[in-house]
């Protein structure tokens, strides 16, 4: 029974992410979003609760990752659909909503089979991408709809990067610390129901500091990249004057 409990909040997060999808089909983003954040402390859960049980498993690490493919590649991707591309060309708005949750099944399969670097993830971890993209299509009526695809293809580079993404995930739960979580899990759907905007505001700020870390890195490899290359040609240059 106990090495089922951390599959349980994996469920759960599943669960979210088929609710946020079938509220962004019903035009309900705002709650949609929410679904998907309240579904990103599920995920934070899962893996701590596991670790807390002596009770990680290969089987819960690959539920986990088919249940994120869906809370935060899917779902998310449906709902800036919904808002934003929907009255764009189709097959271009396809494309473009079909490429984050692709871009995700990579992330997620290069994490299962590659060895990682301790306390760090390689890309930007699909449910804060997720996350991201979810709270800014509630700012659908403030920016136009090539910033959001301009968002969501920069998310979704972000996620098949090589850019190292500081791993918070390790930060342990202690064992007595369990019985309180469906405690805080109640408190948070309460307050992200009732307060739906202050709430998607409040997780949509951290997240975009998460993710622009790693854009920020990026461009610093680029520019390095660029720096040792200029360096290799002007040593080129001079060795043959010679």
Not at 47 to 76: C, H, T, W, Y
Not at 93 to 98: F, N
Not at 210 to 230: C, I, P, V
Request: hydrophobic share 50%; glycine share 8%; with cysteine.
């Amino acid at each position: 029974m106990t090495k089922s409990i951390p599959n349980m909040f994996t469920l759960g997060n599943l669960f979210l992410g088929m609710i946020g999808i079938i509220l962004a089909t019903e035009g309900k983003t705002s709650m949609a979003a929410i679904m998907i954040i309240i579904a990103m402390l599920l995920d934070g859960l899962d893996g701590r609760v596991a670790r807390a049980l002596n009770a990680q498993s290969e089987f819960g690490k690959e539920l986990d990752s088919l249940s994120d493919v869906i809370s935060f590649g899917v779902a998310p991707a449906l709902i800036m659909y919904t808002v934003a591309l929907s009255d764009l060309n189709h097959a271009f708005a396809w494309t473009v909503a079909a490429i984050f949750p692709m871009c995700g099944a990579l992330r997620l399969a290069r994490f299962n089979v590659r060895p990682g670097i301790p306390g760090y993830f390689i890309g930007l971890p699909i449910p804060a991408a997720g996350g991201v993209l979810s709270t800014l299509a509630l700012f659908h009526e403030e920016i136009t709809a090539p910033y959001m695809i301009i968002a969501m293809l920069l998310l979704s580079y972000l996620m098949i990067s090589s850019v190292k993404y500081p791993n918070f995930k390790k930060i342990g739960l202690p064992k007595k610390a369990i019985k309180y979580t469906p405690i805080v899990i109640i408190v948070a759907v309460i307050v992200a129901v009732f307060f739906p905007e202050q709430t998607s505001m409040l997780i949509f700020v951290p997240l975009v500091i998460y993710a622009g870390y790693g854009l920020k890195q990026s461009f610093r490899k680029l520019n390095r990249r660029h720096r040792e290359e200029d360096h290799k040609s002007d040593e080129a240059y001079h060795s043959s004057d010679r």
